[in-house]
Nanobody
Framework: QVQLVESGGDLVQAGGSLRLSCVVSGSGFRINLMHWYRQAPGARRELVAT???????NYEDSVKGRFTISRDDAKNTLYLQMKSLKPEDTGVYYCNADLFVRSALRNYWGQGTQVTVSS
């Protein structure tokens, strides 16, 4: 059974940094696109960053220049390095991945990790 588990969320002051991790566990899969989403209280879940298998990245405008998405396929791990954090970055951050499982493309979500940025 494939699972995505995030870690690294914390309470941090504005201007601070955090690194989130997401480990994909299980067997019989090949990772395709990977994404970070976030959901602020009372808001819709939004796409923050995407990385392709070849390392091509894309970012939501408000995080460009501050967040860096990366992946280590040898460790089946996705990262999000966040710096210059702002209170508006507060929310639950979710890992999302498109995986080929026995040749079928499936989408998986992690359970989320809380990031709180105080002013």
């Amino acid at each position: 059974q494939v699972q995505l588990v995030e870690s690294g969320g914390d309470l941090v002051q504005a201007g601070g940094s955090l690194r989130l991790s997401c480990v994909v566990s299980g067997s019989g899969f090949r990772i395709n696109l990977m994404h970070w989403y976030r959901q602020a209280p009372g808001a819709r879940r939004e796409l923050v960053a995407t990385i392709s298998p070849s390392g091509i990245t894309n970012y939501e405008d408000s995080v460009k220049g501050r967040f860096t998405i990366s992946r280590d396929d040898a460790k089946n791990t996705l990262y999000l390095q966040m710096k210059s954090l702002k209170p508006e970055d507060t929310g639950v951050y979710y890992c999302n991945a498109d995986l080929f499982v026995r040749s079928a493309l499936r989408n998986y979500w992690g359970q989320g990790t809380q990031v709180t940025v105080s002013s």
